[in-house]
């Protein structure tokens, strides 16, 4: 049996999907990162970091788990004060 290849997502498509979940939550998103690395670039909101691949192409799963940690830090800083504790 042939051995499929992993699902992958574009790179520009995964940054756009980012900025989406940012206007959801209120936020401005600029595809320009905080930080630049050799291999990956970091987007803070509220002090945490998502950390993103620089490749043209990413794996399916490691995007969903992107969008996820990055929903997940937008839903934290949106919050307000004294919510969720």
Do not use: C
């Amino acid at each position: 049996m042939a051995r499929q290849l992993p699902r992958v997502v574009k790179r520009n498509d995964l940054l756009n999907r980012m900025a989406r979940l940012a206007k959801k939550f209120g936020f401005e998103f600029s595809k320009t990162p905080d930080v630049n690395g050799a291999a990956h670039d970091k987007w803070y909101v509220g002090g945490e970091a998502v950390i993103v691949p620089r490749h043209n192409e990413i794996n399916e799963l490691t995007a969903r788990s992107i969008l996820r940690s990055w929903e997940e830090m937008l839903d934290e800083v949106a919050k307000p004060e004294g919510e969720g504790e």
